[in-house]
């Protein structure tokens, strides 16, 4: 792909998790797509038709004219509304309609990255139609499509790619909401630190630093002397800061080390994803 050296990476993840979902869904029969998925009220097909629609508007086409019913359980606000129109509108779709629209757009949209000579700095749209960067946008779509991958590998029990070049942007986008959840949401006291021991496919070991004025601030140095560390493999920390699982849930698969009522004020507020 002849794109920017800084938009190369976002590429290449984002091509890597669009043809593992191609590979996952061009075989289903028909009543594969109707299974639930971790993403609340959404199904096989409503994931992918989620995907298809935002990549159409990266591309530049017009949104549809549809209106959503307002009886739906997990459209709870103009995000989620704004999101459901792409995914209603094909919400009626066959397998092969959804299999011949997804190819279409991942042609379209691979297309475009090859062609890409803009600048990454320059403003295109993003969610709900606002502007942001080329950059971030694409980081942005690297990282919705690897989480949708993997929506999808549990919802069809096909588990993978927990290590691809995706799990990496997912890993900084998550990380990047957790000084927030920590210091200001949780409400840690001023001049504490947490600690994130994440182990698996992929492992790392984070720090929130929370300063005197309530701060949080995120560095690789390990504390001597963290309130509250907490000790989680990776896809369930996915799965928690994506807000696809609640913490109660999967109480056994995080160890809690320190205050035990700062650990759950943070693992409470631990989604950081709309």
């Known amino acids: 792909m002849t794109v920017h050296p800084s938009l190369q990476p976002y590429a290449d993840a984002w091509t890597h998790s669009i043809e593992a979902i191609s590979e996952l869904v061009l075989p289903l029969p ?83 990255l090859r062609n890409e000579k803009r600048d990454p700095g320059a403003t295109v749209r993003g969610p709900l139609g606002e502007q942001v960067t080329l950059e971030e946008a694409l980081r942005l779509r690297a990282f919705d499509v690897w989480m949708h991958e993997q929506d999808l590998r549990h919802a069809l029990a096909a588990p993978g790619n927990w290590d691809s070049p995706g799990a990496y942007v997912a890993r900084d986008a998550l990380l990047a909401g957790l000084p927030k959840v920590v210091a200001k949401k949780a409400g840690a006291p001023a001049n504490s630190a947490v600690v994130l021991d994440v182990h698996g496919p992929l492992e790392f070991m984070r720090t929130v630093r929370v300063d005197a004025q309530g701060r949080g601030t995120l560095d690789k140095a390990p504390s001597l002397g963290p309130a509250v560390t907490l000790v989680l493999d990776w896809e369930t920390y996915v799965r928690l800061a994506g807000g696809r699982v609640r913490a109660h849930a999967v109480a056994d698969r995080v160890k809690v080390e320190g205050d035990p009522e700062l650990a759950e004020a943070i693992l409470t507020q631990f989604a950081v994803t709309p």
């Open 30 to 112: 028909e009543r594969e797509w109707n299974r639930a998925t971790p993403c609340p009220g959404w199904s096989v097909r409503d994931v992918v038709s989620h995907i298809i629609g935002i990549e159409c508007e990266q591309l530049g086409d017009p949104r549809p004219i549809h209106t959503v019913a307002r009886d739906l359980r997990h459209v709870v606000d103009e995000f989620t509304r704004y999101m459901e129109v792409q995914v209603d509108v094909r919400r009626h779709h066959t397998a092969p309609e959804m299999t011949s629209e997804l190819e279409y757009t991942v042609i379209r949209r691979m297309r475009q």
